[in-house]
């Protein structure tokens, strides 16, 4: 009777969310212990009703789950808490939710520190993703726990004091752009771009390259050197990548003309602009071109519906008939982090096993990073480069084969 007055009650309270769970993978429900679960977001689990340990935050981008441990006799409890930050530390408050007689609270921070009062205030060091833990114990005269419930969050926490760190991003092409929208005097800004990716600037925007498409939280933190200013911010982006690709091939007749026809291979591209190379320009997608002598470098860039670029270059022979019937070996190549300081890698996905040269020139055409071997696999490929000490600016990866050639660029600060 107790039993089941208490679970009445509970879906009663918890507006009908109350429910007995099964585990989210292999752990099933122990029917020699029964307790309600009550789960107000996403899939929880009440250790002591199941066989197996089930952890909700492992699954699926949970983001807060609640179990409620209760003695056949005692009536349910329930904890919950929200959150809020304006600036400076994070409010926490109970949810109202309250239903204990002698209620005795535990909260963890998830950054280390704990309290057992709520409403209650914390500061944090810095600015994160956390996960936060409310317990609540209802207790008798005697101080027995009569009842327990626990409620987690992971929570989007801004750390720091003297200072207010802020960025917002916008993706374009590939690239985002943080706009430093901080606030105060400081003089150094770390970021974490959440793919793994690490980085210190000088404060202003940032650009970044993702090298994959997805969501990722990221952390800025801008610090003074003193500690006055110690802030930080995090926020999660969702970056896109443009699938767009360049290439081509061609044929020459031949014949006293040297007319090339060039057949376009390029992906994901709504319109072409070409540079034949000896001062003509096409916008044809399969051109074909009349030359005064043999040898031409001939580019082709390919843009997509949102404006997003695609380069490919290949060195041309007019007068041989059965010329080269793909112009680079490479069906993409991006390099990232972007902007860089120390390290670069290059991404390099390849029709065919092969070597390619890799080289890195300034924006006058000279080498800072001569030309270097490598050899590449077919399919994905990365490549680690350490860059020389290079004034700020911006810089050409070029990629040769017996093909063709493909570049990018990289942003050095």
């Not at 949810?95 to 921070?109: E, K, Q, R, T």
């Not at 771009?193 to 925007?205: A, E, L």
């Not at 000279?366 to 290079?390: C, F, Q």
């Not at 050409?396 to 660029?409: A, C, E, K, S, Y």
Request: charged share 10%; hydrophobic share 35%.
């Amino acid at each position: 009777r107790h039993l089941l007055l208490s679970i009445l009650f509970s879906f009663a309270v918890f507006n009908s969310k109350a429910q007995f769970l099964n585990c989210v993978e292999s752990s099933y429900i122990d029917l020699s212990v029964i307790c309600p679960a009550v789960v107000d977001s996403v899939w929880g689990c009440n250790d002591s009703c199941y066989v197996n340990e089930c952890i909700a935050f492992n699954h699926f981008g949970v983001t807060h789950y609640t179990f409620d441990l209760c003695g056949d006799l005692a009536p349910a409890c329930h904890a919950d808490f929200y959150t809020s930050q304006a600036a400076g530390p994070v409010d926490f408050t109970d949810s109202g939710m309250v239903y204990a007689f002698n209620p005795v609270y535990l909260i963890d921070f998830g950054d280390g520190n704990t309290d057992v009062t709520i409403p209650t205030a914390h500061t944090y060091a810095t600015s994160g993703l956390y996960k936060v833990c409310l317990t609540l114990y209802d207790t008798d005269a005697g101080g027995n726990i009569q009842c327990e419930s626990k409620t987690c969050r992971y929570i989007v926490a801004q750390g720091g004091s003297g200072c207010t760190a802020l960025f917002t991003a916008t993706t374009n092409c590939g690239v985002t752009t943080f706009a430093d929208l901080s606030t105060g005097t400081y003089n150094t800004v770390q970021w974490d771009f959440g793919d793994g990716t690490t980085g210190t600037t000088n404060p202003g925007d940032t650009t970044y390259e993702y090298a994959a498409s997805g969501t990722y939280f990221v952390s800025m933190n801008i610090l003074d050197g003193t500690g006055l200013c110690n802030a930080g911010f995090t926020d999660s982006i969702t970056v896109t990548i443009p699938t767009v690709t360049a290439g081509f091939s061609y044929i020459a007749s031949g014949n006293s003309s040297h007319t090339v026809t060039f057949t376009n291979t390029s992906t994901g591209a709504t319109s072409y602009y070409w540079d034949l190379g000896d001062g003509d320009t096409s916008s044809n997608a399969n051109p074909a071109h009349d030359y005064d002598s043999c040898s031409y470098t001939v580019t082709l860039t390919a843009i997509d519906a949102d404006g997003c670029l695609a380069t490919t270059t290949m060195l041309i022979d007019a007068c041989n008939i059965g010329a080269p019937v793909i112009n680079s070996v490479l069906n993409s190549l991006s390099v990232y982090p972007n902007p860089a300081k120390e390290n670069i890698s290059l991404a390099m996905n390849s029709k065919l096993a092969g070597d390619v040269v890799i080289t890195v020139k300034d924006v006058t055409g000279r080498d800072v990073i001569e030309a270097t071997t490598v050899h590449l696999n077919s399919g994905k490929n990365n490549y680690n480069l350490k860059l020389p000490l290079l004034p700020a600016g911006v810089y050409l990866v070029q990629v040769n084969d017996d093909f063709g050639m493909m570049n990018t660029r990289v942003l050095v600060r």
